[in-house]
Structure formats: C-alpha cells, structure tokens
C-alpha cells in the first residue's frame, strides 16, 4: 500500500532544516495482520499546507485516542434557536441538480448517457453536469438545528474506498465533506484506491488534489486489488485523526452532519455512530428521504445473515427525551459510520481474514456491542447515498475473483463471523438457513477467538436479550430442516427453481444444475418450504409463487411423504406436480402411480465443495 499525500505551502516561513525533517518523515504504524502491510508506511514528500506545521503533522500522526466524556451530552436550545454549528442558510443556487433536484439531459445526450450507465451502474453524466458544489436539501426533522455540540469534539478522518469511480460523483463527496464540515473537527479525507484502472483516477487525480481546496486530503493506493473490507483497514491504518468515519465514495453530506456524528463518541469513545441515510436517485441525481418523515428505524438480520430493518422498539424510544437524539441499534448496513481510531484498533480493525466484502458490518456490530461498547444511529447526521441501478462494467472483480476458487466469499465471511460470535444454540439457526455453509473452509479464526476472551466478550445469547431482542419478533428460532438440497421430479429429471425470482414472482422447474443458488429448498419440521428467505407457496389455481415468509412464523403447509415421494399441501390436500405437456409448476389430486407427481431431495455438493474433498 502507498499512501500519496500532496503539499502546497502558502507561507515561506520555514527553514531549510524544516523542509528537510518533513521530507523525510516516516510515520511508523502497527503492522495490520493482513498481507498489504510490511509494517511501515512512508509519507510522500511534503512541505506545510495551510495552518499545519511540521510539529502538528507529527503530534497528528502519534495522536492518543480521546478520553471519554461521560454524561456529557449536547445541549437542546429549544424551539427556533440555532445551533453552534448550524450554517446561515440551507439551499440556493439555480443550476442543474440544485437544493437535490431532478435534472434530465436533452435529447442528444441518451446515447453518452446509456454507455456512462453501462460503465458506472448509474447516470454519470447527469452527475458530470451537475456542481461539485451543489446544496442539498435539509432532511432532517427541525429538532436537529436546535442542539449545540461540544466545542472540543474529536478530530475526523474521513476515509473514501474507490475501484473505479466517476470523476464528479468521488469529487462531489470530497467537496460536500470539506464545505459542510466544521474544519476544526475535520483532520483529513483519506481517499483509498483499491487498484482502480480507469485512467482519470491515476497522473489526473493526483494532480486534481495538488490544488490548495483539496489540503486536507489524503490519496492511498492499494498494490493490489484488495477489496472493500481491507481497503478499508489499510485507510484506518493511514488515517491521523481521532476519529474514522467511513463514507462510500459515491455520497455528498448534509448541513451539520459532522457534529451530531462525532458527539455519542465524544460522550463514550467505544461508541460506534451510523448517520441516517438519504437516498440519492441513479438515475436522475435528486435527493430525497428513504425513511418516512418522523420514523425511526434501526438494523438487525435474519438467521441467513442478510441485513434488515425494523422500526425503533418502544423500549428504546422511551430513554430519549427528544425524538432526534441518537438511539441504540444492534447493527447497521455497513456503508457509513464512525468510530474511534483507537478503540477500532483494540477490536483488531476488520477482521482481516474477510475477504472482499460482507459481513463485516455484523463482524463490527456484534464485537463493539459484546465486547464493551455500543452501536447508535444518529437521526440528525444526514448522508445521501447513490444506490446503483444498473449492471456496470466497471464493478467486475477483476483479478481479485481468481483468489477464492469460486468459493462463495460472502457466505465464506458469515460462517466466519458466525464461528467466532455466536453461541452453539445460534450458530444452528445460521446452518438451519444456510446448509452449504458446514462446507466451506472459513479460514483460521483463533486470532478473533483469542480478541474476544481477552476483552472477556459477553455470549451472543446476551446480545440477542439487551440489544437485538426485536430479531426475534419478525425471525423466531428456527425449527431444524426435515429435508434440504434439489427437489428433482421424477418424470422430467427437472429440479424445482425460483430462477433467482423476488416475491411476488411464479416458481417453476428447469435442468439440475447441483450448484445450489436457485435450486436449493429446504422443508423445515413444521412444514414450511423456503429457497433463501422466501417462502414457497400454493393457491387452488395451480400458481405457485414465490412468497415473502409469514412474518414471525416458521410453519407451513407442506409435507413430504417419503414413501410416496410426493410435496403434499395439507390445506389443499393436493400434491405438487409437474404438468406432463407444459413442465409448469400445478397443485392435483395426489396419483401415487402418476411420476410427474413424484419428487426426489437430492443433497448438493458445489463445485468448490468438491474441489476441497479432491485435496
């Protein structure tokens, strides 16, 4: 990893001796258990840049973590007064994409339209014609401009991870985080680069940041193609100031955002704390709520692992005495949050054996929460966020995929996550959802297990009773799986498939393929068919849908009579077939001598799983 800083003095008030000692300055930092890191990281040749001397980059680069400040809270000044780092005005401006607004290219624009779509996942050239600059609008509720923060907040680092991204879209969030951020609490935006090949984000890019408006950042360059999650241990290891706070490099900041954000920490430094996010559209650049106006809402999961959402517990509200203070959250999405550099460090970064991404926000959630600390989502920290809407081409892997043998990376970090965090009793309800798991080699964990008894961690039970108690509501225990694997029909050889199909789509049935993915159902003991996280099921006109499951129930209505070989529906009283003509999906009278009626559970065993067994 090489780190390129950029300096332009504006004074010549420093000797000779001066430019010599900074010219060689070598930061040394704690080697990260990654492969990047050799253990030193050399800044680039520098001279002062704006107020900062020689002597505050060096006390910048061995900076102690900040001392907590318990019970100290932001002040509510009450309706109509302004807080100490509100701004004077809210919006202005009149061209494209102003105050969030929509903007749409002429006509003769659609085709360097569609190929920028192709190439980034959403409308550069919309972005490419809309201000670095632009206001946004003010999304939060208007309790928040009424709250004065602390005036000896933590310092910030901001840091960026990027493969590959749109010139203006990475600009405008360098740009929002610099106009929109008190630069007393600013120390530096850390840009990591994660091996991108797009020729303006090389010699381009780095003489874009010579400019004196982008002093307080700093660029990164992976050696190699890393991935998110240890592109993003490699920019906390660079980063200088107190505090990390990790934005994706495709958001632009909201009025005062920077201070509610930093303040949960600067009361409790083991605090980890997510702003709320806006949504910025793909395709035409406006800004606006994903959240309903007035809600709160807060992260947990399914036993799958995959992130959901649920409306704030009354419990939780009730320790509140305003309804925009931060509240407590199991978990988060991942993308955006801050956290002390320090207190990242002593729970060991990212785990580094994670590969890619995934999985590391429950990774982070689960060991602050168990380990001493807390999680909150902080209602007046706005950030807008672009969600890709098309395919790009620009998003491969690359390289980096032919690392893992077409192990599935994703599924790889949740056994590993799981294997470390949860307790027996859980770590079945995670195999319950998610069978090919018990396949896959997660890698050596006994650093993780070794991190969590010498912090003397609390059991995932007590996670699951204090903090995430509200899983259970909308995803109960699991009853263990009767049957799992291919559903193959006799008659045909054809395996039941949803085809990677979202509710409120139909099922059908195509060639066994014994990779899984589309393929795999599981029948549970009380008689619910799932594929994933959705359900399987039947009306009396022969559709047979995939369905969102029954929130907070685990039973159903099917049965699989082995001896029959027949997906029986016990409301219905009718079988699951196959019809002899059209191989559609049909419910009929059960016929124990007709094979279109019969089916077989077949166990799979991937490619990769496979591959392993040969070795």
């Given at each position: 990893?090489?780190?390129?800083?950029?300096?332009?003095?504006?004074?010549?008030?420093?000797?000779?001796?001066?430019?010599?000692?900074?010219?060689?300055?070598?930061?040394?930092?704690?080697?990260y258990?990654?492969d990047?890191?050799?253990?030193?990281?050399?800044?680039?040749?520098?001279?002062?840049?704006?107020?900062?001397?020689?002597?505050?980059?060096?006390?910048?680069?061995?900076?102690?973590?900040?001392?907590?400040?318990?019970?100290?809270?932001?002040?509510?000044?009450?309706?109509?007064?302004?807080?100490?780092?509100?701004?004077g005005?809210?919006?202005?401006?009149?061209?494209?994409?102003?105050?969030?607004?929509?903007?749409?290219?002429?006509?003769?624009?659609?085709?360097?339209?569609?190929?920028?779509?192709?190439?980034?996942?959403?409308?550069?050239?919309?972005?490419?014609?809309?201000?670095?600059?632009?206001?946004?609008?003010?999304?939060?509720?208007?309790?928040?401009?009424?709250?004065?923060?602390?005036?000896?907040?933590?310092?910030?680092?901001?840091?960026?991870v990027?493969?590959?991204?749109?010139?203006?879209?990475?600009?405008?969030?360098?740009?929002?985080?610099?106009?929109?951020?008190?630069?007393?609490?600013?120390?530096?935006?850390?840009?990591?680069?994660?091996?991108?090949?797009?020729?303006?984000?090389?010699?381009?890019?780095?003489?874009?940041?010579?400019?004196?408006?982008?002093?307080?950042?700093?660029?990164?360059?992976?050696?190699?193609?890393?991935?998110?999650?240890?592109?993003?241990?490699?920019?906390?290891?660079?980063?200088?100031?107190?505090?990390?706070?990790?934005l994706?490099?495709?958001?632009?900041?909201?009025?005062?955002w920077?201070?509610?954000?930093?303040?949960?920490?600067?009361?409790?430094?083991?605090?980890?704390?997510?702003?709320?996010?806006?949504?910025?559209?793909?395709?035409?650049?406006?800004?606006?709520?994903?959240?309903?106006?007035?809600?709160?809402?807060?992260?947990?999961?399914?036993?799958g692992?995959?992130?959901?959402?649920?409306?704030?517990?009354?419990?939780?509200?009730?320790?509140?005495?305003?309804?925009?203070?931060?509240?407590?959250?199991?978990?988060?999405?991942?993308?955006?949050?801050?956290?002390?550099?320090?207190?990242?460090?002593?729970?060991?970064?990212?785990?580094?054996?994670?590969?890619?991404?995934?999985?590391?926000?429950?990774?982070?959630?689960?060991?602050?929460?168990?380990?001493?600390?807390?999680?909150?989502?902080?209602p007046?920290?706005?950030?807008?966020?672009?969600?890709?809407?098309?395919?790009?081409?620009?998003?491969?892997?690359?390289?980096?995929?032919?690392?893992?043998?077409?192990?599935?990376?994703?599924?790889?970090n949740?056994?590993?996550?799981?294997?470390?965090?949860?307790?027996?009793?859980?770590?079945?309800?995670?195999?319950?959802?998610?069978?090919?798991?018990?396949?896959?080699?997660?890698?050596?964990?006994?650093?993780?297990?070794?991190?969590?008894?010498?912090?003397n961690?609390k059991?995932?039970?007590?996670?699951?009773?204090?903090?995430?108690?509200?899983?259970?509501?909308?995803y109960?225990?699991?009853?263990?799986?009767?049957?799992?694997?291919?559903?193959?029909?006799?008659?045909?050889?054809?395996?039941?498939?949803?085809?990677?199909?979202?509710?409120?789509?139909?099922?059908?049935?195509?060639?066994?393929?014994?990779?899984?993915?589309?393929?795999?159902?599981?029948?549970?003991?009380?008689?619910?068919?799932?594929?994933?996280?959705?359900?399987?099921k039947a009306?009396?006109?022969?559709?047979?849908?995939?369905?969102?499951?029954?929130?907070?129930?685990?039973?159903?209505?099917?049965?699989?009579k082995?001896?029959?070989?027949?997906?029986?529906h016990?409301?219905?009283?009718?079988?699951?077939?196959?019809?002899?003509?059209?191989?559609?999906?049909i419910?009929?009278?059960?016929?124990?001598?007709?094979?279109?009626?019969?089916?077989?559970?077949?166990p799979?065993?991937?490619?990769?799983?496979r591959?392993?067994?040969?070795?």
């Open positions: 990893m090489r780190v390129v800083q950029f300096r332009r003095s504006r004074v010549m008030k420093f000797s000779l001796l001066g430019l010599l000692c900074l010219a060689c300055l070598v930061v040394t930092v704690r080697q258990k990654g990047t890191w050799a253990g030193l990281v050399r800044l680039g040749s520098s001279t002062s840049r704006g107020e900062e001397s020689g002597h505050e980059q060096v006390q910048a680069a061995v900076r102690q973590a900040h001392v907590s400040h318990t019970g100290v809270k932001p002040d509510f000044l009450g309706q109509g007064v302004k807080g100490n780092y509100e701004p005005a809210y919006s202005g401006g009149s061209g494209p994409g102003e105050n969030g607004q929509a903007y749409h290219l002429k006509e003769d624009q659609k085709r360097e339209e569609q190929k920028l779509k192709g190439v980034y996942g959403f409308n550069q050239l919309v972005s490419d014609e809309i201000s670095l600059n632009r206001t946004v609008p003010d999304t939060r509720e208007e309790e928040c401009r009424y709250w004065d923060y602390p005036a000896d907040l933590p310092t910030a680092s901001v840091i960026l990027f493969h590959n991204e749109g010139w203006s879209t990475l600009l405008r969030t360098v740009h929002s985080i610099i106009n929109r951020s008190p630069p007393q609490f600013l120390h530096e935006v850390v840009l990591v680069d994660d091996k991108s090949e797009l020729e303006h984000l090389h010699e381009r890019l780095e003489q874009q940041l010579q400019k004196p408006y982008y002093a307080k950042v700093k660029l990164v360059r992976n050696q190699e193609r890393e991935g998110l999650i240890r592109a993003r241990n490699n920019g906390a290891v660079a980063a200088t100031g107190e505090v990390v706070v990790f994706d490099a495709h958001c632009e900041v909201a009025y005062n920077l201070p509610p954000l930093l303040a949960p920490i600067y009361e409790d430094r083991t605090t980890l704390s997510v702003p709320v996010i806006d949504g910025i559209n793909w395709d035409d650049f406006s800004i606006k709520p994903v959240y309903a106006k007035g809600s709160h809402s807060r992260g947990i999961f399914e036993w692992m995959l992130y959901k959402e649920g409306t704030l517990p009354a419990k939780e509200a009730a320790k509140s005495s305003h309804h925009s203070e931060p509240y407590n959250a199991p978990t988060h999405a991942g993308g955006l949050f801050a956290i002390d550099r320090t207190w990242f460090e002593e729970l060991g970064w990212y785990d580094s054996g994670l590969w890619v991404w995934g999985a590391e926000n429950f990774e982070l959630s689960f060991k602050v929460w168990m380990c001493g600390g807390r999680s909150v989502w902080v007046c920290s706005r950030v807008s966020h672009v969600y890709r809407g098309h395919s790009c081409s620009s998003c491969h892997s690359g390289s980096l995929a032919n690392k893992f043998a077409g192990v599935p990376t994703t599924l790889r949740y056994k590993r996550v799981i294997e470390t965090w949860f307790d027996e009793e859980y770590k079945e309800y995670f195999y319950t959802r998610e069978p090919l798991a018990r396949l896959i080699d997660m890698g050596d964990i006994s650093e993780q297990l070794k991190l969590k008894e010498e912090k961690c059991s995932f039970d007590w996670f699951m009773k204090e903090v995430a108690y509200d899983v259970f509501d909308k109960p225990r699991l009853p263990p799986n009767k049957h799992w694997g291919e559903l193959k029909n006799s008659a045909t050889g054809q395996c039941l498939d949803t085809f990677g199909r979202h509710p409120p789509e139909k099922a059908g049935a195509s060639g066994c393929h014994g990779h899984g993915g589309a393929q795999m159902f599981r029948l549970n003991t009380e008689g619910q068919l799932t594929s994933g996280e959705w359900c399987i009306d009396k006109n022969d559709v047979i849908s995939i369905s969102r499951c029954d929130m907070g129930r685990t039973d159903g209505p099917w049965v699989f082995t001896d029959e070989q027949q997906m029986y016990t409301s219905h009283k009718r079988c699951l077939a196959l019809h002899p003509e059209s191989s559609k999906l419910m009929r009278e059960c016929d124990h001598s007709n094979s279109y009626h019969k089916w077989e559970w077949q799979i065993t991937p490619h990769w799983a591959n392993k067994q040969k070795q």
